[in-house]
């Protein structure tokens, strides 16, 4: 029995309509699971090794979270028991185990996110796939929109009240980390090498002057997620993107 409910209607980038070959992501989110023996055996010893060194419980259990919904997905699309599927996840920056986690030899593709109390992973087949979730109820002074918005964008959130400002921006934020975090180099690509469509349109990348986002072949969706968060989606392809995002029950 498989423990989610698919949200009613799935959203579609807006090319989606055209005739053609899309790429079809699955998003699923939790809340944080409970430590309990039913979820951590289904940590191999790298993870657990993981799962000890956080400090704080909540963090512990968002890792974990993430591990429990990521192996229920791989173990359904490919066969097997949860317990079985393991990860590499040896991060390309210094080999140790906390890089994104992939599955040797499949072509399913996943991407895991966190943020307060909701844990999401996106898996898709066979093209980079990037997830970020953030939580809504975070302000957006002006330092932080000079530091991380590229000038177009800097524009569109000028002279909006500071709730709307903190709104725009993460919506701008969750694009920026997800289409970084499909390349694989997360935030070592610069904030405003990249220029998204407004905020209140359409996820677009409109623009880019880093080599490893070209908007030609990069294609990305803004997230329901829950009241208390925002999130994106974004995948490195030309097709336009079908998204079905699911909630776990527990
Ligand atoms: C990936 C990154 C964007 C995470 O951002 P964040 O908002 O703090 O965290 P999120 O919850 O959205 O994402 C964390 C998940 O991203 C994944 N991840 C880790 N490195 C990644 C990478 N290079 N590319 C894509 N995903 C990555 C992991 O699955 C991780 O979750 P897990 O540890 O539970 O498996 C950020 O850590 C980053 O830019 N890392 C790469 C660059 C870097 O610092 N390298 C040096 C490390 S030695």
């Given at each position: 029995?498989?423990?989610?409910?698919?949200?009613?209607?799935?959203?579609?980038t807006p090319?989606?309509?055209?005739?053609?070959?899309?790429?079809?992501?699955?998003?699923?989110?939790?809340?944080?699971?409970?430590?309990?023996?039913?979820?951590?055996?289904?940590?191999?010893?790298?993870?657990?090794?993981?799962?000890?060194?956080?400090?704080?419980?909540?963090?512990?259990?968002?890792?974990?979270?993430?591990?429990?919904?990521?192996?229920?997905?791989?173990?359904?699309?490919?066969?097997?028991?949860?317990?079985?599927?393991?990860?590499?996840?040896?991060?390309?920056?210094?080999?140790?185990?906390?890089?994104?986690?992939?599955?040797?030899?499949?072509?399913?593709?996943?991407?895991?996110?966190?943020?307060?109390?909701?844990?999401?992973?996106?898996?898709?087949?066979?093209?980079?796939?990037?997830?970020?979730?953030?939580?809504?109820?975070?302000?957006?002074?002006?330092?932080?929109?000079?530091?991380?918005?590229s000038?177009p964008e800097?524009?569109a959130?000028?002279?909006?009240?500071?709730?709307?400002?903190?709104?725009a921006?993460?919506v701008y934020?969750?694009r920026?980390?997800?289409v970084?975090?499909?390349?694989?180099?997360?935030?070592?690509?610069?904030?405003?090498?990249i220029t998204f469509s407004r905020f209140d349109a359409p996820a677009e990348l409109v623009a880019?002057?880093?080599?490893?986002?070209?908007p030609?072949?990069t294609r990305l969706a803004d997230?329901?997620?829950?009241?208390?968060?925002?999130?994106a989606?974004?995948?490195?392809?030309?097709?336009?993107?079908?998204?079905?995002?699911?909630?776990?029950?527990?």
């Amino acid at each position: 029995m498989v423990p989610f409910t698919a949200f009613r209607g799935r959203q579609t980038t807006p090319d989606a309509g055209k005739i053609g070959r899309v790429t079809e992501i699955v998003v699923r989110w939790s809340e944080p699971l409970l430590a309990d023996e039913r979820h951590l055996k289904l940590l191999d010893e790298p993870e657990r090794g993981r799962y000890d060194a956080y400090r704080l419980e909540i963090d512990r259990r968002r890792f974990l979270t993430g591990r429990v919904l990521a192996k229920t997905l791989v173990a359904e699309r490919l066969g097997g028991t949860a317990e079985s599927v393991r990860f590499d996840a040896t991060c390309a920056d210094c080999g140790k185990p906390h890089g994104r986690p992939r599955v040797p030899g499949a072509n399913l593709v996943l991407s895991i996110s966190h943020s307060g109390n909701l844990i999401g992973v996106a898996a898709t087949d066979g093209v980079p796939v990037g997830l970020d979730v953030e939580t809504a109820n975070r302000k957006a002074d002006a330092s932080l929109v000079d530091y991380a918005l590229s000038p177009p964008e800097r524009e569109a959130v000028a002279g909006l009240s500071d709730d709307e400002r903190a709104a725009a921006f993460f919506v701008y934020w969750t694009r920026k980390e997800a289409v970084m975090k499909a390349t694989g180099k997360g935030l070592k690509i610069p904030l405003q090498s990249i220029t998204f469509s407004r905020f209140d349109a359409p996820a677009e990348l409109v623009a880019s002057t880093d080599a490893a986002l070209d908007p030609a072949r990069t294609r990305l969706a803004d997230l329901k997620a829950t009241e208390g968060h925002r999130a994106a989606v974004a995948a490195l392809t030309a097709e336009p993107l079908v998204v079905t995002e699911e909630h776990w029950l527990p």
